[in-house]
């Protein structure tokens, strides 16, 4: 019989943590939880942060050039990358909810992944709505195939039936779809990626979500769910991805939705 030694995951606390969108809702929900712990947070927004005093460095991900500038000054070493900065629907800019829900994620993701430390991960925040990307696989893979922000963006132009019927759910599918890819691109130094699908999530971006869904199915999901979820019904979780004992956890999806999903599965929901 083989003999096993146990050994615990020791969070990564000698690197900083990356996060995007750090400054509201999820993400800052996130970041206030890791800083609670003592871990220190660099926070990658377009917007500072309300709330406290934090490292900050300012980033649009609709910008290459942005992001690049925010690369510069991020550390040379990084415990995590936490990605949670997104939009919601934009009907007068469609191109750019995936721009910047997509594109820019990835951009910063896999130019930043050589400076997160051996044991370290990438934690992404898609959506519930993009849960069912394998539904759409064919489109979801081609943008996946494209080889960075640029040819992303060439695949938006040339492709307009592909994604323009909801931009916002496309964005989300393409980005929950990428933690695959992710998971093969860190696994050579031990880096995980993981990917967390919240459900309806009271933010400032509640009001785009009942007007994208209409009010009485906005309504209806809330309700079966129990209630919209809270940013620190998210943040827990995301701690335990990114700097928990999750060390064996690597290339998954969870949808944190209250349940929602399961009811429709096993069609308990009662209407």
């Known amino acids: 019989m083989t003999n096993l030694t146990w050994r615990p995951y020791s969070p990564l606390m ?51 050039l942005s992001i690049s500038n925010a690369i510069d000054q991020a550390p040379a070493q990084l415990s995590a990358v936490i990605c949670v900065a997104g939009v919601g629907p934009i009907p007068s800019h469609p191109d750019q909810v995936v721009r910047i829900n997509f594109l820019g994620t990835r951009l910063l993701i896999e130019r930043l992944l050589p400076r997160i430390v051996s044991g ?29 922000f640029e040819s992303g963006v060439e695949w938006l132009k040339h492709h307009p039936a592909r994604w323009q019927s909801d931009p916002y759910k496309f964005s989300k599918q393409c980005l929950a779809a990428y933690t695959y890819r992710a998971a093969g691109l860190g696994k050579p130094r031990d880096i995980r990626a993981n990917c967390i699908n919240p459900g309806i999530t009271a933010t400032a971006l509640s009001d785009d979500f009942r007007a994208l869904l209409g009010h009485e199915t906005y309504d209806r999901i809330v309700q079966l769910s129990g209630r919209a979820a809270e940013p620190h019904d998210i943040a827990g979780l995301a701690e335990f991805l990114t700097v928990g004992d999750a060390h064996w956890i690597n290339g ?20």
Request: hydrophobic share 30%; aromatic share 4%.
């Open 14 to 64: 000698h690197a900083p943590i990356l996060i995007t969108g750090g400054s509201r809702g999820i993400g800052r929900a996130i970041r206030e939880r890791l800083e609670d712990k003592g871990h220190r947070v660099i926070n990658l927004d377009r917007q500072p942060a309300p709330d406290r005093s934090t490292d900050e460095i300012a980033c649009d991900l609709n910008n290459p």
């Open 120 to 148: 370290g991960a990438v934690t992404l925040i898609a959506s519930s709505a993009g849960r069912d990307w394998n539904d759409n696989r064919t489109h979801v893979d081609s943008m996946l195939d494209t080889s960075d």
């Open 252 to 271: 998954v999806e969870i949808t944190v939705d209250g349940g929602y999903h399961a009811g429709q599965i096993a069609d308990w929901h009662p209407y």
